[in-house]
């Protein structure tokens, strides 16, 4: 518990927290109005902004007095990492969040300028304005706040502001933790609406592929209608997209039992969803595992290649997960007479796209800094699991204990994105908050 003399304290960086409200909004807008989308999806990468926008987060840091690290696992695309050493004796937070944006869409269905930090009715507009670059400028005025008001922690505290989220994280936290930056606690700063989410499911993608033989279609009359044996030799077809389909139809009914069968208190019904987002078909195997012919239809296909986003709850594990699926893709093979003798295969780790869980228990110390930093503020805490998947889980994988918590708005990944700037301010107070508890202060 947080004695008189660090509720004051607390109350004091509160009370900077107001008066750089300006401020912490201005930056926020600055941000906004640097096109930093994900080179990866962009036709010219090199037109991403990436790298300006961390020049602009280093000179704002540095101005703080923080220790800076940047580089680059990929080329103009910097990752910052700032520290704040504590005394010693505190445990060490970090705070996280991406400065990579999606692409804004379709322009005519924006009502404002996606790059123009326009602030209307307590709203600023604007692509990344929620995801996440406004849970960025929160963590930032907390840590400038606390060291405006003359404040030492205990614990060290890290900023860790990164690139490629959006598509994975290679570049980004997953290098950024391959290089053995650690913290005890993590705050992701992704939008919440000041939920404390706690947990999140895991996520891999994995690629069936189903083998058939490949004949001309101009026969498969012949396997639908037997006819003598001269028409049936030249039936000897067997079509992979057919069997691809039955497999899916397959798969829906164990998706289904999978969703009434297991669950988490965080998390909605249904999450462990298996979807069937890819699917090609065609006349053979190319070594990078797609069918060669996929424009011809007068064969009959002897390869379907289906790729699935696979989800699974906070509180499972891959090795669980895999087995059971695999168990699965065996005994559909055994239901069908070609399949049964000529298996489909599975390949995981697809595009190296792997998430792995967490679930952080509401009785943590972490969870009880930031409640108690709530509840400074009179806001009732909110315990939720994350639907989506964050970076978050790669911290998780190396170990260390993560929370997702950040500001209110809607729109992202949408059109007219926003971040609800009194949300902004308060996420802030809170981050503050729980620094000083989570981290410890100096006598």
Not at 16 to 34: E, K, N, Y
Not at 237 to 259: C, P
Not at 413 to 419: I, S
Not at 427 to 435: D, E, Q, R, W
């Amino acid at each position: 518990m947080i004695r008189m003399k660090h509720l004051d304290l607390e109350s004091r960086v509160h009370q900077r927290l107001d008066a750089m409200r300006a401020d912490i909004i201005g930056l926020t807008q600055a941000m906004v109005a640097f096109k930093s989308i994900n080179p990866r999806f962009m036709s010219n990468p090199d037109a991403s902004e990436e790298s300006q926008i961390q020049d602009h987060l280093e000179a704002k840091l540095k101005s703080l007095g923080l220790h800076l690290t940047r580089w680059e696992k990929e080329a103009l695309r910097p990752n910052l990492v700032a520290a704040l050493p504590g005394s010693s004796g505190g445990r060490s937070l970090a705070f996280n969040g991406h400065i990579d944006v999606v692409p804004i869409g379709d322009l005519e269905g924006w009502d404002y300028d996606p790059w123009g930090s326009d602030i209307v009715a307590g709203k600023l507009y604007g692509r990344g304005a929620v995801d996440m670059k406004a849970g960025i400028a929160a963590f930032i005025a907390a840590t400038e706040a606390i060291i405006a008001s003359d404040i030492t922690l205990k614990g060290d505290l890290q900023l860790h502001i990164v690139v490629d989220e959006e598509a994975g994280g290679f570049a980004g936290t997953r290098d950024l933790i391959a290089r053995g930056f650690r913290a005890d606690g993590v705050i992701v700063a992704e939008p919440t609406s000041g939920r404390v989410e706690a947990a999140e499911g895991g996520l891999s993608w994995v690629r069936v592929t189903i083998r058939g033989r490949a004949a001309h279609a101009g026969w498969r009359f012949a396997q639908i209608y037997p006819q003598a044996e001269a028409e049936a030799q030249n039936a000897d077809g067997v079509n992979a997209i057919e069997k691809g389909v039955k497999f899916v139809g397959a798969l829906r009914e164990f998706e289904r039992e999978w969703a009434l069968s297991r669950h988490h208190p965080l998390m909605p019904p249904g999450i462990t969803t298996i979807n069937p987002g890819v699917i090609v078909g065609g006349v053979g195997l190319g070594e990078d595992g797609m069918p060669r012919v996929t424009s011809n239809p007068a064969m009959i296909p002897d390869v379907c290649i289906i790729d699935f986003d696979f989800k699974y709850l906070p509180t499972e594990t891959f090795d669980e997960v895999r087995e059971e699926f695999e168990a699965f893709v065996s005994a559909f093979a055994r239901t069908d007479p070609w399949l049964r003798e000529h298996s489909p295969t599975v390949q995981w780790h697809l595009a190296n796209i792997d998430f792995p869980p967490f679930s952080t228990p509401s009785d943590h110390p972490l969870v009880a800094a930031i409640r108690m930093a709530q509840q400074s503020q009179g806001i009732e805490t909110v315990l939720s699991g994350k639907r989506a998947v964050t970076d978050a889980a790669f911290y998780a994988g190396a170990g260390m204990t993560p929370i997702i918590l950040g500001p209110a708005g809607e729109g992202l990944h949408g059109d007219n994105e926003f971040v609800d700037l009194d949300s902004l301010i308060e996420t802030a107070k809170v981050f503050a908050g729980a620094i000083l508890r989570w981290c410890g202060i100096a006598e």
